[in-house]
């Protein structure tokens, strides 16, 4: 079974900080470049956050820049989004999802929800006072 899970998400005050996990189970993560995303109620998914498949490369929408890291760890077939500093405005769902590198290269990263081939189902984050 193939099977990409999120975690870590939760209520937390403006300022504070969670950091999400991305677990993948039936495939290694190890080939595949990793996005996060976001939906709030209203609005439109948007692409939060991009790691390629080897961890070299990076790219943040500039909304989150400074604030949030992703990183990785194959060894663990993991991928995590650290939050620091966050806002009312980044409450949302947050979800993972990968995409093949296979014939891109590994430093390559995807940015269109096209590209990507597994997606979780997304953890909860509510940035409230």
């Known amino acids: 079974q193939l099977q990409f899970v999120e975690s870590g998400g939760g209520l937390v005050q403006p300022g504070g900080s969670l950091r999400l996990s991305c677990a993948a189970s039936?495939?290694?993560?190890?080939?595949?470049?990793v996005g996060w995303f976001r939906q709030a109620p209203g609005k439109e998914r948007e692409g939060v956050s991009y790691?390629?498949?080897?961890?070299?490369?990076?790219n943040y929408a500039d909304s989150v820049k400074g604030r949030f890291t992703i990183s990785r760890d194959n060894a663990k077939n993991t991928v995590y989004l650290q939050m620091n500093s966050l806002k009312p405005e980044d409450t949302a769902k947050y979800i993972c999802?990968?995409?093949?590198?296979?014939?891109?290269?590994?430093?390559?990263?995807?940015?269109?929800?096209?590209?990507?081939?597994?997606w979780g189902q997304g953890t909860q984050v509510t940035v409230s006072s």
């Open positions: 999802a990968a995409g093949s590198t296979r014939y891109s290269g590994s430093d390559y990263i995807p940015k269109g929800s096209y590209e990507y081939d597994y």
């Open positions: 039936g495939f290694s993560l190890d080939y595949y470049a």
């Open positions: 790691i390629s498949s080897d961890g070299g490369s990076t």
